[in-house]
């Protein structure tokens, strides 16, 4: 018999899939993950049951060969919806899984389940949870568990196929009161399953580890430090494995550690600490105070910035700016949003793209502007003559600033601007070529420097990708703002 560790089902009793989900990462990887590591992976809510398609995406690209065998049509509902759903599932499967799961919100995520998993859409036999145990695979199964018990009535569960004995199968039962390598009769299974008429989902799975690059592996196992702050390591000669130094392009087995001296990137230097104005498990929205960096500016550079600060808390994404969705100048303080996930980021980054998203800025300019509120429309184009820079040209591309004039002192004005596109610098640039650049901008003001460049993103609204509500954030504009103006 295999020696497959067995986890209970959580005490609330809606965890069985994220249960069976430890049990496969403690099997295959020995790594005894914690309920909320878990739920975050499968995108779990509290008394929602969670459908694998977030999953079993993030354990593909983790190494995990996963066949999946299930005749739900995830391509008719991402296009029909609820009629699907409705035209599908028996009115007792249609109410019990709206109420009980996240199959409702699944079809955001459905693309990138369909470009990474393979489906075989029909409806599964034992001849196929046969063949995946003769794969050596272990087997998640959804079945009927009121069935499986002799009771009437529908409740979805999961359940982890190990092996077959004769006309039983071994498996592991994940519920409040253990059951581990509960024997169960081909046929009660069948029947649990639905029989002719099922509609359970039966997925194989192993690990299979794949070559990987030495840097790409470093990385994974020092998620604090950038890949490129890590790729000078192996110049150095600092990275092993087996004693052998590694260069950063050398392949290995995606389930190897290696050694690494990483004290010369200097880890206290990426700590960071940022405001949090709110988080969810695919979204996380800071404060970032002036000075502070969006993203390393160098290939090596080990500075604090807002992407060292997600790189803790992103999932499936690498690189040195994992998570970055927008930024904002090192000078700007102010509301930025991060992405925990893929799905997330897409989701974001589309928003950006097509102008969904509305941002409010608070500024502080010199002089007093004639008109109190009017709409800047001026093409914005990179500077020949200094590249780090933009200026207002025939050439650019359209930009367009509303601004409205808050209050005014001796000489200068606090203004609220809100940029309808998103060219670089757009607000620095607009502001400077009417007459009245932000208090402290270095490169486009008047060479009158204070203690900051006076930019602040005070709001951002946009729709979170786990709901798809729209929401709106808000930075309290620094103190410093005030005192400027009360001079």
Not at 98 to 127: C, M, W, Y
Not at 352 to 378: C, N, P, S, W
Not at 420 to 444: A, C, E, K, S
Request: charged share 25%.
């Amino acid at each position: 018999m295999k020696k497959v560790p067995y986890y209970a089902n959580h005490e609330e009793g809606m965890r069985c899939a994220i249960a069976v989900y430890r049990m496969l990462f403690d099997y295959f990887l020995h790594r005894k993950l914690s309920w909320k590591e878990t739920e975050k992976l499968a995108g779990f809510k509290d008394g929602k049951a969670a459908w694998t398609v977030t999953i079993w995406v993030r354990m593909a690209n983790m190494g995990f060969d996963i066949r999946m065998i299930e005749p739900f049509d995830y391509r008719r509902y991402m296009a029909e919806g609820d009629s699907y759903l409705r035209s599908f599932l028996s009115p007792d499967e249609y109410d019990w899984l709206t109420e009980h799961s996240n199959l409702l919100e699944i079809r955001p995520f459905i693309p990138d389940f369909l470009a990474v998993i393979h489906v075989d859409q029909k409806r599964p036999t034992l001849g196929d949870i046969d063949d995946m145990l003769a794969d050596d695979r272990l087997v998640f199964l959804t079945l009927n568990s009121n069935v499986l018990d002799g009771k009437p009535g529908v409740n979805q569960h999961a359940v982890l196929v190990i092996e077959k004995e004769g006309d039983a199968y071994r498996i592991h039962n994940p519920v409040r009161e253990p059951e581990p390598y509960r024997l169960v009769p081909a046929d009660k299974l069948w029947q649990a399953m639905g029989a002719e008429q099922s509609i359970s989902e039966v997925t194989g799975v192993k690990f299979k580890p794949k070559p990987t690059r030495a840097d790409v592996l470093l990385a994974r196992q020092n998620p604090r430090f950038s890949r490129a702050a890590l790729a000078k390591l192996f110049d150095k000669g600092l990275v092993t494995y087996n004693g052998k130094q590694l260069k950063a392009g050398d392949k290995l087995l995606s389930d190897v550690v290696l050694e690494a001296d990483i004290s010369p990137l200097t880890p206290d230097n990426a700590d960071i600490d940022l405001p949090i104005l709110y988080e969810d498990d695919d979204v996380v929205v800071v404060s970032k105070p002036a000075g502070i960096l969006t993203h390393s500016q160098s290939k090596f550079g080990t500075e604090a910035s807002v992407a060292t600060f997600l790189r803790s808390r992103v999932v499936g994404l690498e690189g040195d700016r994992a998570g970055v969705v927008h930024r904002l100048d090192r000078a700007t303080s102010g509301v930025i949003i991060g992405a925990k996930n893929q799905h997330a980021l897409g989701y974001l980054q589309r928003q950006f793209a097509d102008r969904k998203t509305k941002k409010t800025y608070i500024a502080i300019v010199e002089g007093h502007l004639k008109q109190k509120e009017a709409i800047i429309d001026m093409p914005i184009e990179r500077n020949p003559k200094a590249p780090a820079t933009f200026r207002v040209g025939p050439n650019g591309k359209s930009a367009k600033t509303h601004y409205r004039v808050l209050a005014e002192n001796t000489h200068a004005s606090l203004v609220e601007l809100k940029p309808v596109t998103g060219r670089t610098h757009q607000l620095r640039v607009h502001m400077q070529q009417i007459g009245h650049p932000i208090i402290g901008d270095p490169l486009y003001g008047k060479g009158k420097y204070t203690d900051r460049m006076y930019l602040h993103a005070k709001k951002l609204e946009v729709a979170l990708p786990t709901n798809h509500e729209l929401k709106t954030f808000e930075a309290p504009l620094p103190p410093e703002f005030n005192a400027y103006m009360e001079r």
